[in-house]
Nanobody, 115 residues
Framework: QVQLVESGGGLVQPGGSLRLSCVAS????????MGWYRQAPGKQRELVAT???????NYADSVKGRFTISRDNAKDTMFLQMNSLKPEDTAVYYC?????????WGQGTQVTVSS
């Protein structure tokens, strides 16, 4: 059974930074395409960034130039470095592992950007 555990969320002021981590267990991490998604109150879950098993990355337009996704296959861990945070980045951030057609999700970590 694949388990994903996110950490690193919290409260930060606008313009600040956070680094999210997602640790995977119960599987061969390196074969999965990985991603970060977020869901703000009253809104649908949306894609933030993805990194394929081969390291190819993709970003939502709203975070390009501010967020960086990466993975460390030796540590079964994925990261999301978030800089220049804005209040509209406030959401629960979810880790996703995909080995088509199956998706696995973490429990989410809250990110709040507020002064």
């Amino acid at each position: 059974q694949v388990q994903l555990v996110e950490s690193g969320g919290g409260l930060v002021q606008p313009g600040g930074s956070l680094r999210l981590s997602c640790v995977a267990s119960g599987t061969i991490f390196s074969i999965y395409d990985m991603g970060w998604y977020r869901q703000a109150p009253g809104k649908q879950r949306e894609l933030v960034a993805t990194v394929t098993s081969r390291g190819r990355t993709n970003y939502a337009d709203s975070v390009k130039g501010r967020f960086t996704i990466s993975r460390d296959n030796a540590k079964d861990t994925m990261f999301l470095q978030m800089n220049s945070l804005k209040p509209e980045d406030t959401a629960v951030y979810y880790c996703n592992a995909r080995l088509s057609p199956v998706d696995y999700w973490g429990q989410g970590t809250q990110v709040t950007v507020s002064s």
